[in-house]
Nanobody, 115 residues
Framework: QVQLVESGGGLVQAGGSLRLSCAASGSIFRIEIMGWYRQAPGKQRELVASITNRGNTNYADSVKGRFTISRDNAKNTVNLQMNSLKLEDTAVYYC?????????WGQGTQVTVSS
């Protein structure tokens, strides 16, 4: 089994910044992709950003230029630096880890952006 522990969510004013972190532990043998998803009330969960074990990144169009994903392969951690936050970024953010044949989710951390 794999456990994902997220931290760093909270309340921030529009235009502000937050940094999310996720640490993976357990039966980890080869992490291919780590990423962040989010789900706002009444909406489907959507990809925010992902990063492969080679450092290739992918971002949702809505966050390009504002969010930066990074990863420490040695520590099995992934971070999401979120700048210039907007009201529409309010959601529960979930860490995701994919290994061949296995997919894991964190418990989620709330990010609330206020005006």
């Amino acid at each position: 089994q794999v456990q994902l522990v997220e931290s760093g969510g909270g309340l921030v004013q529009a235009g502000g910044s937050l940094r999310l972190s996720c640490a993976a532990s357990g039966s980890i043998f080869r992490i291919e992709i780590m990423g962040w998803y989010r789900q706002a009330p009444g909406k489907q969960r959507e990809l925010v950003a992902s990063i492969t074990n080679r450092g290739n990144t992918n971002y949702a169009d809505s966050v390009k230029g504002r969010f930066t994903i990074s990863r420490d392969n040695a520590k099995n951690t992934v971070n999401l630096q979120m700048n210039s936050l907007k009201l529409e970024d309010t959601a529960v953010y979930y860490c995701n880890l994919w290994m061949p044949g296995q997919n894991y989710w964190g418990q989620g951390t709330q990010v609330t952006v206020s005006s």
